[in-house]
C-alpha cells in the first residue's frame, strides 16, 4: 500500500537556525498537509497546499514558517528561524482530494507520514 | 469551527477485555477519520467513517452524523492495540480537528 514518507526521523537543532523538513506524498494525491503535535497535545492544523499555492492556514503558520513543492514529488516544510516552542513531531498528510467542498467520499480521506520529531535546543 | 471531544480521556484495560471509545463533534462533518498513534509517535489511520458502521478485524466504527459522534469499538484487545487514539473531522474546509485524544493501555 503507498505511504507518505518523511524525512528526516529526528532533528535536532539550535535556536535560531533554519530547518527544513522533507516529505514525500503518495504519489497519485494531489493536496498536501503539514500538522504539528507538541508533546502530550493534540494534532494541529499548520497548511494545507494544492496546485503550488497554499490553500489554507492557520494561524500557527506566520511568517517563520513556509512550504514548497520544489520538484513532481517532494514536499517541504521551512521553518526560517527556529524558536524553543518550535519543538514538536511535524506529520505531512496527502489526499487525492480536499475537504473544502467535498463530498464526504472516501478520497478525501488524508493519510499522514510518520512524522518528523524536531528538537530545539 | 468544528470542536471534537473525546471520551473517556484514559482508559486502562486487561488484555482480552473490550473497550469503547467515544468522539463528539459540535457541528456536521462531512469527514471522520480515527487514529491510532502508536508508543513511536506514528498516526496509523485505522478509519475513514463519516456515516455508518465499519469492521476491521478486532476493530469496529460507528458514525451517527444526524446526531454528531461516533464510537470507536475494541475488542479482546491485545498490548499493542496500547497508544492513543484520536478522532478528527473537518466541514468544508481542508483542516482536520483533532480531538484531545483517549490514552489505553492495555497489560497482559
Known amino acids: 500500500e503507498p505511504e507518505v514518507t518523511q524525512t528526516p526521523s529526528h532533528q535536532v537543532t539550535q535556536m535560531g537556525q533554519e530547518v527544513i523538513l522533507r516529505c514525500v506524498p503518495i504519489s497519485n494525491h494531489l493536496y498536501f498537509y503539514w500538522y504539528r503535535q507538541i508533546l502530550g497535545q493534540k494534532v494541529e492544523f499548520l497548511v494545507s497546499?494544492?496546485?503550488?499555492?497554499?490553500?489554507?492556514k492557520s494561524e500557527i503558520f506566520d511568517d517563520q514558517f513556509s512550504v514548497e513543492r520544489p520538484d513532481g514529488s517532494n514536499f517541504t516544510l521551512k521553518i526560517r528561524s527556529t524558536k524553543l516552542e518550535d519543538s514538536a513531531m511535524y506529520f505531512c498528510a496527502s489526499s487525492e482530494e480536499r475537504g473544502r467542498g467535498g463530498q464526504g467520499r472516501r478520497t478525501d480521506t488524508q493519510y499522514f507520514g510518520p512524522g518528523t520529531r524536531l528538537t530545539v535546543l | 469551527g468544528i470542536q471534537v471531544e473525546q471520551s473517556p480521556p484514559d482508559l486502562i484495560l486487561q488484555e482480552g477485555a473490550n473497550s469503547t471509545l467515544r468522539c463528539n463533534f459540535s457541528d456536521s462533518v462531512n469527514n471522520l477519520q480515527w487514529f491510532h498513534q502508536n508508543p513511536w509517535g506514528q498516526l496509523i489511520n485505522l478509519f475513514y467513517i463519516p456515516s455508518g458502521t465499519k469492521q476491521n478485524g478486532r476493530l469496529s466504527a460507528t458514525t451517527v452524523a444526524t446526531e454528531r459522534y461516533s464510537l470507536l469499538y475494541i475488542s479482546s484487545s491485545q498490548t499493542t492495540d496500547s497508544g492513543v487514539y484520536f478522532c478528527?473531522?473537518?466541514?468544508?474546509?481542508?483542516?482536520?480537528?483533532f480531538g484531545t485524544g483517549t490514552r489505553l493501555q492495555v497489560f497482559p
Open positions: 478528527a473531522g473537518y466541514y468544508n474546509t481542508d483542516k482536520l480537528i
Open positions: 497546499f494544492y496546485n503550488n499555492e497554499i490553500s489554507e
